[in-house]
């Protein structure tokens, strides 16, 4: 099956709002046409309303990093899915740092994917093994479980992203070898096949995340199983991303 591939820039905590306007400007001016290939910027919150604006005329999406399971309410510091819908077309789900950091476990992303497509925003949900399960042969187990517990009645599943991102691999320069990523990549598939059945879960995008580079971008996306990248450090150069992006359009639409 053809899918569209998809490379998605994570902000993460980083940038200003006028920071976030000049870095768009020059990813803009920067991607030329790039056809064929999905590309979405995922900036903080308080950079989605003056993007969409700079955006709009533009083959460039946004995607938020995060958001709440709850419409609305008493939950200080959160925002809902209703709140972004106006501005993202994604919502990145399950990122390893909010798993790390604030303590979310399968069951809190599983409600917030529910809530995303309830609001008719696309999840990309990430999923990822540390290097203590990697190294005690765990990695597959690892990753496939995350998949089947964060999907617990998730019906709806074609415009549904999986980004495959080894805790190990982030931020650290230390990208996963391909044949690695491959049979991570595989044991998703077939785990959504399983799911789902093989028409269906056909149709939902693999990416790779964890130190993406414009140096082995290429080497990712010539492989078939792997969809797109999830880029963070290197989204931040528009002219590193840019050149991510042409690689992906070049590699992906040969
Ligand atoms: P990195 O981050 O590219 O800086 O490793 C990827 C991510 O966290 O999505």
Redesign the pocket.
Known sequence: MKRTPLIAG?W?MNTTVSEACSLARAILTGIESADGVEKVICPPFVSLAPLYEILAASPIKLAAQNMYFRPKGAFTGEVSASMIKPFCSYVILG?S?RRQIFGESNEIINSKIIAAFEAGLKPILCLGESLEQRKAGKAVDTVTGQLLNCLVNVRQTSELVI?Y?PVW????GVNAAIEEVCQIMEALRAALAGMYGTGTGDEIRLLY????TAENTASYLSQPVIDGA?????SLDSNQFTTIIKLAAAVKNT
């Open positions: 994570n993460k990122h740092e980004a991102e691999a982030i931020g650290t995340g964890g130190s993406v999830l880029v963070g450090g290197a």
